[in-house]
């Protein structure tokens, strides 16, 4: 593929859906070695197709909405992607508490009533886990296993 295909390919992708660029510079490399992948990222960010804040929102909203992951899973997962400390902070700021904990206590309860455990701190233990593994931190954790109990 010629470097213009590979440009044009990859507009058609960013305007389809959001990608970051470290998403973007794996597709390129994917399809050829011998492009400049950091001149064609940076093209596309000039031209709005690639944009880090819009990517790291939308990443938050979807993984918290739809994945019922927590805000340090978010954080961690976006940190991986290569984005910067500050563009996360910011998207993670649209994050409602309130609604992360009604969330979360959803998720206990489902969770709650598949586990199958001898003893109540057995059971507690296997329900910190489950959240904490979801991206929960261990306070939001215990506050709502002490409500669903």
């Given at each position: 593929?010629?470097?213009?295909?590979?440009?044009?390919?990859?507009?058609?992708?960013?305007?389809?859906?959001?990608?970051?660029?470290?998403?973007?510079?794996?597709?390129?490399?994917?399809?050829?070695?011998?492009?400049?992948?950091d001149?064609?990222?940076?093209?596309?960010?000039?031209?709005?197709?690639?944009?880090e804040?819009?990517?790291?929102?939308?990443?938050?909203?979807?993984?918290?909405?739809?994945?019922?992951?927590?805000?340090?899973?978010?954080?961690?997962?976006l940190?991986?992607?290569?984005?910067?400390?500050?563009?996360?902070?910011?998207?993670?700021?649209?994050?409602?508490?309130?609604?992360?904990?009604?969330?979360?206590?959803?998720?206990?309860?489902?969770?709650?009533?598949?586990?199958?455990?001898?003893?109540?701190?057995?059971?507690?233990?296997?329900?910190?886990?489950?959240?904490?593994?979801?991206?929960?931190?261990?306070?939001?954790?215990?506050?709502?296993?002490?409500?669903?109990?």
């Amino acid at each position: 593929m010629t470097e213009e295909q590979i440009y044009n390919r990859m507009m058609a992708l960013c305007s389809r859906r959001e990608y970051c660029r470290s998403d973007i510079a794996a597709k390129i490399a994917a399809l050829s070695d011998s492009v400049d992948a950091d001149s064609m990222i940076c093209k596309l960010c000039e031209e709005r197709f690639i944009d880090e804040s819009r990517y790291a929102e939308a990443f938050v909203r979807d993984k918290s909405r739809l994945q019922g992951w927590g805000e340090m899973k978010i954080r961690y997962a976006l940190q991986r992607k290569g984005l910067d400390k500050a563009t996360i902070s910011e998207a993670l700021e649209q994050l409602d508490g309130d609604e992360q904990l009604e969330r979360l206590a959803k998720f206990m309860k489902a969770k709650a009533q598949t586990l199958k455990s001898a003893t109540p701190e057995e059971k507690r233990t296997k329900l910190m886990r489950f959240a904490v593994s979801r991206g929960f931190t261990y306070a939001q954790a215990d506050e709502v296993c002490k409500k669903i109990q």
